[in-house]
């Protein structure tokens, strides 16, 4: 007998993480079945149950919206049509995950499903982090990336690059954000913005800003940076001063210059900005 092929769509009001909940539930119980991703709509999953499986056929029937078509390969849009007019209010709530030694682990799933899996667990939005406070705590990675390698692997790039690290730069202090991108070369491949302050006419810590640019490659406020705070106490523009020397020195590094030239080069562009604001110059 020929394996059974179920479509599996979610209700309009089921969210992505309650459908692949009840994915997981699916495969627990019937941890031979095979799931894909539907090769027409992306929001749907195809089931393919094992021979043998049919008796569990009512019971799917009964909790989801599904189209089953056996024999064959699941006729796309008659199963689309075919689910969207099933009653399916019966389908139950997660409310407990029972035990169960005959459950699949994640990386048994199909990896369509472990990305939506993932992304549920691993994308937050933007986080925001004060790069001067000496005493924030600085982002770290979620437990599951610690599970094993394949789902390391498999997830790194989806924590790092669809979370969103915002550094709020005070007086050109990037220490914090520096740290963090030491700790671990994958960080300075992250996808971080920065926040800068018009109170930035601080050279020490801009130089040192630029000095971990220049080695470690960590990120600049070059095309990644926004100006809060308006403006500065000369009544000009000034938090756009380290975008600007950052772009200067992406330039000078381009050209093969040493640092030490390269900083002698900007020292004098702070000599310029000593005259317009002598705390340039501090």
């Not at 019966?90 to 990386?107: C, E, G, I, Q």
Request: proline share 5%; glycine share 4%; aromatic share 8%.
């Amino acid at each position: 007998m020929a394996p059974t092929t179920i479509l599996i769509q979610a209700r309009a009001d089921e969210s992505a993480e309650s459908l692949n909940w009840h994915l997981i539930q699916i495969l627990r119980h019937m941890p031979t079945a095979t799931l894909k991703l539907h090769q027409a709509d992306p929001e749907a999953w195809c089931l393919e149950l094992p021979e043998g499986g049919e008796g569990f056929l009512s019971e799917l029937e009964a909790k989801w919206a599904c189209a089953v078509s056996t024999n064959e390969e699941v006729d796309h849009d008659q199963a689309h049509e075919s689910s969207e007019s099933k009653d399916n209010s019966a389908l139950p709530r997660p409310t407990s995950h029972p035990s169960d030694d005959s459950k699949p682990s994640l990386l048994t799933l199909a990896p369509e499903l472990r990305n939506r899996i993932y992304r549920a667990s691993l994308v937050q939005g933007t986080m925001t982090i004060r790069s001067a406070d000496s005493k924030v705590v600085l982002p770290t990675e979620p437990g599951l990336l610690q599970t094993c390698r394949q789902i390391r692997d498999e997830s790194l790039e989806i924590f790092y690059q669809e979370n969103t690290f915002r550094f709020e730069i005070e007086e050109n202090n990037a220490e914090n954000y520096i740290t963090w991108c030491r700790s671990a070369e994958r960080r300075r491949l992250s996808n971080s913005t920065f926040t800068l302050g018009y109170d930035c006419e601080n050279w020490p810590n801009l130089e040192s800003w630029m000095h971990a640019w220049w080695f470690d490659r960590v990120d600049s406020p070059v095309d990644h940076s926004c100006v809060e705070g308006g403006q500065g106490p000369s009544g000009e523009g000034v938090a756009d001063v380290a975008p600007h020397l950052f772009g200067v020195l992406e330039k000078l590094h381009a050209s093969g210059m040493a640092w030490e030239e390269a900083l002698a080069t900007l020292k004098v562009i702070r000599m310029a900005l000593g005259a317009v604001d002598e705390d340039w110059l501090k």
